[in-house]
């Protein structure tokens, strides 16, 4: 660090040079048809479907996978932003406005919520129009006090509210650095408040992600829980939106300004944060799966015989392979983390798998017409409507992408990136 | 023994960038037995003065998958063969169980090989180096100055002609080292 210091910085740049390239508003377009385009089938498959009680399940079990996806990236970009405020690091200055982006989508994703909201009752158990065993009765008896539609709409409202005053003051503190600081002490007060926010935030993400986690997902199954759940749903959305912030990034080191700016260093770190990432998960996610299974006991162990029987079994195997196993083996590979192209794609293959695990999370909890455990069945809806809402919200992810530059101009390690990445690393 | 000859000529370049475009040309020039030093890693340097890519990579990748069959066959052998025992009502070749343990030793066996093949491939620990008979070498290698060594075992290595070469990249100083 001591080279760094006695090196004079290099030639500044402007807001202006870091405004972001054309291809981004061209990629909001192109999204935005996606996504009327999938809507517009996804509202009359469910017109077409609604005459039934299932019919008006499928449309909100789709609904809910969908919803996820966006919600962890939404949130996802939270919690990686607030990490690289607390960690520091040239890796997190070429992503945080991506980041900051991904976080300023949390009004459509709340918008998003009310449709869950009202079909609470299609999707979860202690909602009250399905059918429960005697376990399933006394469970929920129990759990009334924390298991009710009142507790559970009153808890999504304050975790959207909370959620949305840490990230509007990210984001608004962010714009201080788009201007030259008053001072050096005023630069470094403002890196203390954003490390100190993010850090408080970090925890309070913790502990309101893991309630959030257990409301919208654990609670489809009325007896089944898992302790870990919470770390699950933590490790998945910082996977996911590692991956996204990938996939974007890639795309926009085609174009100036990231062409010069992104430098193999910074690319090659985020690859290996995608490596970690991933290991991570499979690492919460195989811990949860050995201690059910070592325990074998009938309240817990039921949620995965749900998922390894009538079919679900090469969904599940599909998802270890694709989820991890090829992620991982790529991944390992150093040349593979340093090239935009191939990190990518490796990138949106991690986005795939994630949408077929929370589909594989989601979808055994509901009974088959012919009231047995659910079997794999995949239907038009299943695809259309995840595709609908990760279209909206990749929309409105690149409309709030174009609004500010890049990356911030006066951040204090903007010098160092600027440095060719041959010179003093 | 005694030391003959020379090992090669160093020159000392002031910045890490001036030292990344001299080996560079050095390489270009058509010399192949080159060293660079430099107080902290520069990544493109590698590739400036032509250093092949390590095996190291594959070597802990072989490792691993070694460590990690000898700990699923510790596994198979106490639990399957020498001591049968039934745990949890579960077959005693319980795969989803071995996977810690094997999982374990396959690190155990990727950093074991990592940090000896490291050792093995680079030849550390290197008590005595040619390079050390020059005094600016030993004050400022691992503080403020960039060295570049064109060793005598060279093909295209010649005394007066390399040095007239290492001379026209404008370094700070040139020395021959003695063996």
Not at chain 1, 3 to 32: C, G, N, Y
Not at chain 1, 42 to 67: P, W
Not at chain 2, 93 to 99: A, E, L, M, R
Not at chain 2, 111 to 120: D, K, R
């Given at each position: 660090?001591?080279?760094?210091?006695?090196?004079?910085?290099?030639?500044?740049?402007?807001?202006?040079?870091?405004?972001?390239?054309?291809?981004?508003?061209?990629?909001?377009?192109?999204?935005?048809?996606?996504?009327?385009?999938?809507?517009?089938?996804?509202?009359?498959?469910?017109?077409?479907?609604?005459?039934?009680?299932?019919?008006?399940?499928?449309?909100?079990?789709?609904?809910?996978?969908?919803?996820l996806f966006?919600f962890g990236l939404?949130l996802g970009s939270t919690a990686l932003?607030m990490l690289?405020?607390?960690?520091?690091?040239?890796?997190?200055?070429?992503?945080?406005?991506?980041?900051?982006?991904?976080?300023?989508?949390?009004?459509?994703?709340?918008?998003?919520?009310?449709?869950?909201?009202?079909?609470?009752?299609?999707?979860?158990?202690?909602?009250?129009?399905?059918?429960?065993?005697?376990?399933?009765?006394?469970?929920?008896?129990?759990?009334?006090?924390?298991?009710?539609?009142?507790?559970?709409?009153?808890?999504?409202?304050?975790?959207?509210?909370?959620?949305?005053?840490?990230?509007?003051?990210?984001?608004?503190?962010?714009?201080?650095?788009?201007?030259?600081?008053?001072?050096?002490?005023?630069?470094?007060?403002?890196?203390?408040?954003?490390?100190?926010?993010?850090?408080?935030?970090l925890?309070?993400y913790a502990?309101?992600l893991t309630?959030a986690a257990v409301?919208?997902v654990m609670?489809?199954?009325?007896?089944?829980?898992s302790t870990i759940w919470g770390m699950l749903y933590m490790g998945a959305q910082v996977l996911s939106t590692m991956a996204f912030?990938?996939?974007?990034?890639?795309?926009?080191?085609?174009?100036?300004?990231?062409?010069?700016?992104?430098?193999?260093?910074?690319?090659?770190?985020?690859?290996?944060l995608l490596l970690a990432f991933v290991m991570l998960y499979t690492y919460l996610s195989f811990s949860q799966f050995i201690i059910?299974?070592?325990?074998?006991?009938?309240?817990?162990?039921?949620?995965?015989?749900?998922?390894?029987?009538?079919?679900?079994?090469?969904?599940?195997?599909?998802l270890v392979?694709?989820h991890f196993?090829?992620p991982f083996?790529?991944?390992?590979?150093?040349?593979?983390?340093?090239?935009?192209?191939?990190?990518?794609?490796?990138?949106?293959?991690i986005l795939?798998a994630r949408?077929?695990e929370i589909?594989?999370q989601?979808?055994?909890?509901?009974?088959?017409?012919?009231?047995?455990?659910?079997?794999?069945?995949?239907?038009?809806?299943?695809?259309?409507?995840?595709?609908?809402?990760?279209?909206?919200?990749?929309?409105?992810?690149?409309?709030?992408?174009?609004?500010?530059?890049?990356?911030?101009?006066?951040?204090?390690?903007?010098?160092?990136?600027?440095?060719?990445?041959?010179?003093?690393? | 023994?005694?030391?003959?000859?020379?090992?090669?000529?160093?020159?000392?370049?002031?910045?890490?960038?001036?030292?990344?475009?001299?080996?560079?040309?050095?390489?270009?020039?058509?010399?192949?037995?080159?060293?660079?030093?430099?107080?902290?890693?520069?990544?493109?340097?590698?590739?400036?003065?032509?250093?092949?890519?390590?095996?190291?990579?594959?070597?802990?990748?072989?490792?691993?998958?070694?460590?990690?069959?000898?700990?699923?066959?510790?596994?198979?052998?106490?639990?399957?063969?020498?001591?049968?025992?039934?745990?949890?009502?579960?077959?005693?070749?319980?795969?989803?169980?071995?996977?810690?343990?094997?999982?374990?030793?396959?690190?155990?066996?990727?950093?074991?090989?990592?940090?000896?093949?490291?050792?093995?491939?680079?030849?550390?620990?290197?008590?005595?180096?040619?390079?050390?008979?020059?005094?600016?070498?030993?004050?400022?290698?691992?503080?403020?100055?960039?060295?570049?060594?064109?060793?005598?075992?060279?093909?295209?290595?010649?005394?007066?002609?390399?040095?007239?070469?290492?001379?026209?990249?404008?370094?700070?100083?040139?020395?021959?080292?003695?063996?």
């Amino acid at each position: 660090m001591a080279i760094h210091e006695t090196q004079t910085p290099s030639s500044h740049v402007t807001p202006e040079q870091l405004a972001p390239p054309w291809i981004v508003d061209h990629m909001r377009k192109r999204w935005i048809g996606v996504a009327g385009l999938s809507s517009i089938v996804a509202i009359a498959l469910l017109l077409f479907n609604s005459g039934t009680f299932e019919g008006r399940q499928q449309f909100f079990r789709a609904y809910l996978v969908g919803y996820l996806f966006c919600f962890g990236l939404m949130l996802g970009s939270t919690a990686l932003l607030m990490l690289q405020h607390v960690t520091g690091g040239k890796w997190g200055l070429v992503i945080r406005r991506m980041l900051e982006a991904g976080s300023r989508t949390l009004p459509i994703v709340a918008f998003m919520f009310i449709p869950i909201a009202f079909g609470a009752k299609y999707l979860y158990p202690w909602a009250g129009a399905m059918p429960l065993d005697v376990h399933g009765q006394h469970a929920l008896h129990v759990r009334e006090p924390f298991l009710n539609f009142n507790a559970w709409i009153g808890r999504a409202i304050f975790y959207f509210l909370s959620w949305g005053l840490f990230i509007y003051l990210f984001n608004k503190w962010s714009l201080k650095q788009d201007v030259p600081p008053e001072s050096p002490d005023a630069a470094n007060d403002l890196r203390l408040r954003f490390m100190r926010l993010g850090g408080g935030g970090l925890v309070f993400y913790a502990i309101t992600l893991t309630l959030a986690a257990v409301d919208w997902v654990m609670s489809l199954d009325a007896v089944w829980y898992s302790t870990i759940w919470g770390m699950l749903y933590m490790g998945a959305q910082v996977l996911s939106t590692m991956a996204f912030m990938i996939a974007v990034l890639a795309l926009l080191a085609k174009y100036e300004p990231m062409k010069s700016l992104l430098r193999k260093t910074e690319l090659h770190d985020n690859g290996k944060l995608l490596l970690a990432f991933v290991m991570l998960y499979t690492y919460l996610s195989f811990s949860q799966f050995i201690i059910i299974w070592s325990g074998n006991l009938p309240e817990e162990i039921t949620w995965y015989l749900a998922r390894t029987q009538h079919g679900w079994k090469p969904v599940m195997l599909t998802l270890v392979i694709f989820h991890f196993v090829v992620p991982f083996l790529i991944l390992l590979n150093r040349n593979i983390k340093k090239q935009p192209a191939r990190l990518r794609a490796v990138a949106i293959l991690i986005l795939f798998a994630r949408v077929g695990e929370i589909y594989w999370q989601v979808n055994p909890n509901f009974k088959d017409t012919s009231g047995l455990t659910g079997h794999f069945n995949p239907n038009l809806m299943d695809v259309v409507l995840p595709i609908a809402l990760a279209s909206i919200w990749i929309t409105a992810f690149f409309y709030q992408l174009k609004k500010r530059p890049l990356i911030p101009a006066y951040h204090h390690l903007v010098p160092e990136i600027l440095e060719p990445s041959h010179g003093a690393h | 023994m005694k030391p003959t000859g020379i090992y090669g000529l160093m020159a000392e370049f002031d910045t890490a960038d001036e030292l990344v475009d001299a080996g560079r040309k050095a390489y270009s020039e058509g010399y192949r037995k080159l060293d660079a030093y430099s107080p902290f890693p520069i990544e493109a340097l590698d590739e400036a003065i032509g250093i092949p890519h390590t095996i190291l990579p594959w070597l802990v990748f072989f490792g691993g998958l070694l460590g990690g069959a000898a700990g699923y066959s510790l596994e198979y052998w106490t639990q399957v063969i020498h001591l049968p025992f039934i745990i949890g009502g579960k077959p005693l070749h319980s795969w989803p169980n071995f996977i810690p343990v094997w999982f374990e030793t396959t690190v155990l066996g990727a950093s074991l090989t990592a940090v000896i093949g490291m050792l093995g491939l680079n030849g550390l620990p290197l008590p005595y180096h040619p390079v050390f008979n020059i005094d600016e070498f030993l004050n400022h290698a691992q503080k403020d100055k960039f060295f570049l060594v064109i060793e005598s075992k060279d093909p295209r290595f010649n005394l007066d002609s390399s040095k007239k070469f290492l001379s026209s990249l404008s370094p700070a100083n040139v020395w021959e080292v003695p063996n």
